[in-house]
């Protein structure tokens, strides 16, 4: 009893330490996602976390119910016996049939991860140290999206600056990967330097972009919304600081966006042309 109370007593100084809300942000569990893959990974890992609970309780409770009533205090004494052909064909056909349980869905979610036919639309994502590149095939939009100005500003040394009175810091980027609503999106990663990873937790999966290869993988985005995320592969110096956000909205308002970039490009492109013709022609005396 004494055992017991010391121990209660020390659990109970560590929540006056340690208030509960110094764990309000604990997310101990897989995102549900917007996209149908991550949904399907969700129920997935639901799924098989209350299998692995119920084994656990029937193993648990077993091991706990022999330890206390076979115990030497109540006169138990071991059993005599070699083995049970009964008990051995159990423990085998149990585990086997879990695992088909959990291999079928296992399966038909890893063949959805891979399925990029059909696609609506493709966006070619390249990674560069620290920044992102994407490239909207069949369109004239490209453009690097790079870590926001007020974040870069704050992380600096000597800034003065209070991160925590910047929004979104080190989660915010100078141009939005802007995509529609309900359209099977192709994505195409690679990198040009060193190995990155393209990861937004909503859209349910993480890809690598290796130099000079090409991963493909999808995503349906059912929600219009801002979905955010990072670089999730050690690239170097500023590995912390290329986040990646990505903008969901109906599909006019894309279109429209569309062509605000084209004609954002043709007009670059123009003045380009022209600061060129104006560099090379001749100066008069």
Not at 137 to 158: H, P
Not at 223 to 245: K, N, S, T, W
Request: proline share 5%.
């Amino acid at each position: 009893m004494n055992f017991l109370k010391k121990y209660a007593s020390y659990a109970f100084l560590s929540f006056s330490v340690f208030p509960l809300s110094v764990f309000a942000d604990w997310g101990l569990n897989l995102p549900r996602g917007v996209t149908p893959f991550s949904q399907e990974v969700y129920d997935l890992h639901m799924y098989v976390l209350w299998i692995m609970c119920a084994i656990g309780l029937v193993v648990f409770g077993a091991m706990f119910y022999s330890i206390l009533m076979h115990r030497k205090s109540r006169g138990a004494k071991a059993a005599n016996w070699h083995h049970s052909t009964k008990v051995e064909i159990i423990w085998t056909v149990v585990p086997f049939a879990i695992l088909i349980a959990v291999a079928i869905p296992a399966t038909r979610s890893l063949i959805m991860m891979e399925d990029t036919a059909n696609a609506d639309m493709t966006i070619k994502i390249t990674g560069y140290q620290w920044k992102w590149h994407y490239d909207y095939i069949g369109t004239e939009v490209k453009f690097f999206s790079t870590l926001e100005q007020k974040s870069n500003v704050a992380r600096q040394r000597g800034s003065n600056i209070d991160p925590f009175e910047v929004d979104n810091y080190l989660l915010d980027v100078d141009n939005y990967l802007v995509v529609p609503i309900n359209k099977k999106i192709r994505f195409l990663t690679t990198a040009g330097d060193v190995i990155h990873a393209w990861w937004v937790p909503a859209l349910g999966w993480k890809r690598d972009a290796i130099p000079g290869f090409i991963n493909e993988s999808w995503a349906l985005i059912k929600e219009p919304g801002v979905y955010r995320g990072q670089c999730a592969e050690l690239c170097g110096r500023d590995h912390g600081f290329m986040p990646i956000v990505v903008r969901a909205i109906p599909e006019d308002e894309y279109m429209a966006w569309v062509q605000q970039q084209a004609q954002a490009s043709a007009l670059a492109i123009q003045t380009k042309r022209s600061g060129d013709f104006l560099a090379v022609m001749p100066t008069t005396q």
